[in-house]
């Protein structure tokens, strides 16, 4: 028996031989050829869902942490309007412009004014969507597009139509401009996209921490937020240090005297904004500013604040109504 078998089984491997070689069964070597193949495949895969599970993670754990830094933001201006609310002493002084102009073009403004709000209330006034209703010159929002949405950061495509008024003259101008704003540094940076009258306009608003009550810390001088509340138990008051930058450039810059007209609007109107940034903080405040700013003044005052060419003269007179329309109200009362 058990040599038939063998015999059975040297001519099987005699038959399969060919060039002195055995003939295997092929579907041996097509497994280890794709078996490279397929183990990379299933590789490929595991790894891509492994990726698309922690990139998931990533997002949710940035927007957890996103989400505690706004609460945190959120209720540190919230203390900080109660201590404003509590003592709302404070004195609003004329902004610092100044104007210059480079050759080839109509001017460059920087704007620098302190303001009685912590920078996350200003930022607020300046980056709502609907502060037309504080910005008298802004006449409409045209369009608004919200382009880029990353919570801290927005990039918006924005279309309005402002109001401009200088001495006896008044108009609008359609504006179509590019705006990044980035609530982590409180800059707010925007830049024309489609050119007209003006072939260059952008600029940079920026609010910056300022420490109002830091005489209490004396002789120790606080130069972060942290030793700010530290020396004065939470209870320091923190405004802004507001500054515009802003550049204009018309499609073709008009010889004196029209540019002289040009540039004296410009700067009435980066005033008239700055003015109703500071009156809407007074409402928030509480301040008797709040009150004064609901009012127009009457004729002859109106007319005499603004013909009035220099701007430290423009805010005495404010100032002059304003405490005649205090004493109105606390007759009134």
């Known amino acids: 028996m058990g040599e038939s078998e063998v015999t059975k089984f040297s001519l099987k491997v005699r038959k399969n031989e060919k060039d002195g070689f055995p003939r295997l069964d092929p579907a041996i070597p097509n497994f280890f050829v794709q078996f490279p193949h397929r183990f990379q495949n299933i590789l490929k895969s595991q790894l891509s869902r492994l990726a698309k599970q922690n990139g998931m993670n990533l997002v949710r754990s940035g927007q957890r942490n996103e989400n505690r830094s706004f609460s945190a933001s959120e209720a540190e201006l919230n203390e900080q309007l109660q201590a404003w609310r509590a003592n709302p002493s404070w004195v609003d002084k004329p902004p610092q412009i100044k104007v210059t102009v480079p050759k080839g073009s109509l001017c460059n403004l ?54 401009w008024r200088f001495l006896w003259w008044s108009g609008t101008i359609s504006i179509n401009v590019l705006v990044d704003q980035n609530r ?34 004396y002789p120790f001088k606080p ?32 010889p004196p005297p029209i540019s002289w007209y040009l540039r004296g609007i ?52 404010r100032r002059k109504n304003a405490k005649q329309g205090h004493r109105r109200l606390l007759t009134a009362k």
């Open 110 to 163: 920087n704007v620098e004014v302190d303001v009685g709000l912590p920078p996350d209330a200003v930022y607020n006034i300046v980056t709502d969507p609907d502060n037309r209703r504080v910005f008298k010159n802004i006449k409409e929002v045209i369009s608004r597009k919200v382009l880029v949405n990353e919570g801290h950061r927005q990039v918006v495509d924005l279309e309005q139509a402002a109001i």
């Open 184 to 217: 982590k540094d409180h800059t707010m940076k925007f830049k024309q996209t489609k050119t007209g009258f003006m072939k260059k306009f952008e600029g940079c608003w920026r609010v910056e921490p300022l420490f109002v009550d830091e005489a209490i810390c």
């Open 266 to 317: 410009t700067t009435r109107t980066t005033e008239m904004l700055i003015t109703d940034l500071l009156a809407e903080s007074a409402r928030i405040r509480g301040g008797y500013e709040a009150e004064k700013s609901k009012e127009e003044l009457p004729g002859k005052k109106a007319d005499l604040v603004a013909n009035t060419s220099d701007i430290k003269e423009r805010w005495i007179l």
């Open 223 to 254: 130069m972060t937020k942290d030793d700010y509340n530290a020396c004065t138990r939470g209870k320091g008051r923190i405004g802004s240090k507001v500054s515009l930058q802003q550049i204009l450039q018309p499609a073709i810059v008009p």
